[in-house]
């Protein structure tokens, strides 16, 4: 399954996390701050990534933990995963493309849809 970045950060920190962590192999598309002209929620960021990965947006899962993220992937045509770590689930509750609230990754609904594709 391919993975892309698409984030609202600067590269800086982007590639702060990516090579601190050692998780930069995961991703074959990264979309920053830089990319883009239009931040989320446009969905300019996430349309960006669907290209670069080349599938289309419907066949795209986003993980977001902001309400404006996830608007954008709406926006996008896109579903959406909510990490409830910074908003909590009732703050996104006007958005029809959600498809799970997890705390984290360990979350065995997301796991099952990571393992699905």
């Known amino acids: 399954m ?7 950060a600067i590269p800086f920190n982007i590639d702060f996390v990516l090579d601190n962590l050692h998780i930069r ?16 929620p446009h969905p300019e960021t996430f349309l960006k990534a669907a290209a670069q990965l080349g599938v289309t947006p419907a066949d795209c899962i986003v993980f977001e933990d902001v309400p404006k993220g996830a608007e954008a992937a709406l926006n996008a045509g896109m579903k959406a995963v909510i990490l409830t770590t910074t908003h909590q689930g009732e703050e996104f509750t006007h958005l029809p493309n959600i498809l799970h609230f997890a705390a984290d990754f360990r979350d065995e609904a997301v796991k099952s849809l990571i393992n699905a594709s």
Do not use: N, R
Request: charged share 15%.
């Open 25 to 40: 192999h995961y991703f074959q598309a990264i979309v920053s701050a830089d990319d883009v002209t239009l931040s989320k």
């Open 2 to 8: 391919p993975m892309a970045i698409g984030s609202a």
